[in-house]
């Protein structure tokens, strides 16, 4: 994931926002809403200029930093108003880098964005994950606003999203808040041991779950963020799993896969896998029916890519190009395949 320095993802960046507020000072925000070849930040990195003439924030450096400081002074003057622009090539004069798609809008203590920005702040605090939307298709008034995950209807594509995304045609900008993604693993056994080190490697925050306190280690699993011991079922149904995470499912026997099943996709995680041969998919998919467990059409099992993996690190391997699979198509800009 990118960084979230200097995003809506960072508290400190919010409160000095908020804090300028509510002395009563104004300021322009500067956002990255989209980039186009190599830039220093990514979309959703953030900028601000503040009354005494000062900038929290960076949008990236170099000559599209400068001219979108000198925009901003100007906005903050009243000489220009809100606006929207690429910052190509042709604009900056740069021989090298890429574009970016900056948003400028001037904030002032009469608007009612301390209540956003104390929103936010009350989010980030509690750990709720939400998604944000900024809508410029009149950029004299664009509009902002965050929605909790919780909040949204069943199917709406903003439920996933983990990373920043730009719609051209609509002219709206989206980004998710809250913590990043988790991969929950369920089973800590040799499968488990050779699917954490692959998952961290490729950017998955990944939490470690079984019932057996002799695997429920941490000193097995130095790339997890975390490992707990307990009931396999409580501890589906009780963990904070998002419409964002993904949960991998290999515990040491049909009755505990159930169990984890019932639970985890109750909340209808991202991805739902779970290890078993095609004949024991057919028995979980009917008891998780006749359970009224939502989603059992979605859920992998057998888990993983069919590479005819055998091995504990071969099976390992197909379930990591799975959830990077599954990762890629719930992103609204796909990467192209090599």
């Excluded at 990514?42 to 601000?48: D, F, P, Q, V």
């Excluded at 000559?63 to 622009?85: D, H, K, P, T, Y």
Aim: contains cysteine; hydrophobic residues 40%.
């Amino acid at each position: 994931m990118s960084s979230a320095d200097e995003t809506f993802c960072d508290k400190a960046f919010v409160e000095q926002l908020d804090k300028e507020l509510s002395a009563g000072r104004s300021f322009v925000l500067i956002g990255v809403a989209a980039t186009k070849g190599s830039m220093p930040r990514a979309a959703g990195a953030r900028m601000a200029a503040l009354s005494d003439g000062t900038f929290i924030g960076t949008v990236g450096g170099g000559r599209v930093e400068q001219m979108a400081q000198e925009r901003a002074s100007r906005i903050l003057a009243g000489a220009e108003g809100n606006a929207i622009a690429w910052y190509t090539h042709a604009v900056t004069k740069m021989a090298c880098g890429g574009d970016a798609l900056l948003t400028f809008r001037k904030v002032v203590p009469e608007d009612s964005w301390r209540t956003f920005l104390e929103g936010i702040l009350a989010r980030l605090e509690g750990g709720i994950s939400s998604v944000l939307e900024e809508d410029w298709s009149d950029p004299a008034l664009p509009t902002i606003s965050c929605t909790d995950l919780d909040d949204l209807p069943e199917g709406d594509p903003r439920a996933t999203l983990d990373v920043a995304s730009w719609d051209e045609e609509r002219k709206i900008y989206r980004a998710p808040l809250g913590p990043d993604p988790i991969c929950y693993v369920f089973g800590a056994g040799h499968v488990g041991q050779a699917l954490v080190p692959v998952l961290a490697h490729i950017d998955f925050r990944v939490v470690v779950l079984d019932d057996r306190q002799e695997l429920a280690r941490p000193e097995l699993f130095p790339d997890a963020e975390d490992v707990r011991c307990g009931s396999f079922g409580e501890l589906a149904r009780t963990l904070p799993i998002t419409s964002r995470d993904y949960c991998v499912v290999a515990t040491h026997g049909h009755v505990a896969d159930i169990e984890v099943l019932e639970g985890a996709m109750r909340k209808r995680p991202a991805y739902v896998g779970c290890i078993g041969s095609r004949g024991k998919a057919a028995f979980v998919k009917k008891t998780l029916e006749e359970a009224g467990v939502p989603g059992v059409e979605r859920l992998h099992l057998p888990i993983g890519e069919d590479i005819l993996a055998v091995t504990p690190a071969e099976i390992a391997i197909s379930i990591a190009a799975q959830l990077i699979r599954c990762r890629a198509e719930l992103r609204p800009e796909r990467p192209h395949s090599h």
